[in-house]
């Protein structure tokens, strides 16, 4: 299996878990997503020398909707989209891995699982509230 978005995460030693890959900059030391981002998302710096760093997957859950139409094609609907911390200084959307809304809290700390798709032969990253994630 390969990852579907391969410049942004990797799977895990444990199998089931993703890492994500940042760039730190080497001017100001802050981590910036996706890691081949040309320039430093905290102070402008290009990151052509910036360290790879690879971190466990998740973060912060602030905010989530349920989706009543799929945004792309092959989307499930519904599904739940959520704004997830992943570092500081770091938003980014993310598909929740939920049955429905009741499961998730704002706050609540989530992490990165792969989501296989053996039709296509790759796996994607999907999230889980942290207790649940742990139990696969």
Wanted: proline share 9%; with cysteine.
């Amino acid at each position: 299996m390969k990852p579907l978005q391969p410049t942004l995460y990797e799977l895990a030693d444990d199998g089931h878990s993703l890492n994500f890959f940042f760039a730190q900059c080497s001017a100001c030391g802050g981590l910036s997503f996706p890691a081949n981002a040309p320039g430093c998302m905290h102070c402008g710096e290009p990151l052509s020398q910036a360290t790879r760093i690879t971190r466990p997957g998740g973060g912060e859950l602030l905010e989530f909707v349920t989706l009543h139409v799929p945004l792309l094609p092959g989307m499930a609907a519904p599904s739940i989209a959520g704004d997830i911390r992943i570092a500081p200084g770091i938003v980014e959307e993310g598909v929740m891995a939920v049955a429905d809304e009741s499961a998730l809290k704002h706050g609540m700390a989530v992490r990165a699982v792969a989501e296989v798709k053996p039709e296509e032969g790759v796996y994607a990253c999907r999230f889980v509230p942290v207790n649940e994630g742990a139990a696969q």
